[in-house]
């Protein structure tokens, strides 16, 4: 079974001091934090802001080399977390009804899924294995408008062993 998620934000860890991806899934009961690498997370923050660059960027360009062949980012999953390492999987809708699922690192498939509109899921068994925090029970992520300083205070106030580290 699969939890429609969100992409909630993106933050420092305060340990690492490297790039959290935070999913929330749609009906704010779990927050997963992914974590990522730094150019990742400016790809996934340039969507988030719309940000246009004067040349398409690697998941920009993805976009367009799928539109141009005729396909459609359907969805993305996060649907493995083995050794410490999440796992996802783009759906592609191509011409004739054909549907490819194509292996992907978390980063990658959440920027093309901001690029595209495509929905984003995570597999109930991840959620569970990664230890995903109630968002009742922990502090309210800040909304999308929010600086880094709110960001780094919401997750400087996380229990990293309520939830473990988990990477990319």
């Known amino acids: 079974m699969y939890v429609q998620m969100k992409i909630a934000g993106i933050g420092l860890d305060p340990e690492s001091k490297g790039p959290v991806v935070l999913l929330r899934d749609v009906e704010s009961r779990f927050t997963l934090p992914i974590w990522i690498g730094l150019l990742e997370a400016s790809a996934i923050a340039y969507a988030l802001e719309g940000v246009d660059p004067p040349r398409p960027l690697t998941h920009d360009l993805m976009k367009v080399l799928v539109e141009e062949l005729g396909g459609r980012v ?19 809708a191509m011409p004739g009804g054909a549907q490819r699922l194509i292996d992907s690192r978390p980063s990658d498939a959440l920027a093309l899924a901001l690029r595209t509109g495509a929905e984003i899921y995570a597999e109930e068994g991840v959620l569970e294995k990664a230890s995903t925090v109630a968002v009742r029970e922990a502090p309210e992520p800040p909304g999308e408008d929010a600086g880094e300083d709110a960001w780094k205070e919401f997750l400087e106030g996380l229990d990293p062993d309520a939830f473990g580290k988990y990477k990319m």
């Not at 359907?74 to 050794?83: A, G, H, M, N």
């Open 74 to 92: 359907t969805r993305v999953d996060v649907d493995s977390l083995e050794d410490n390492v999440f796992r996802a999987k783009i759906h592609l």
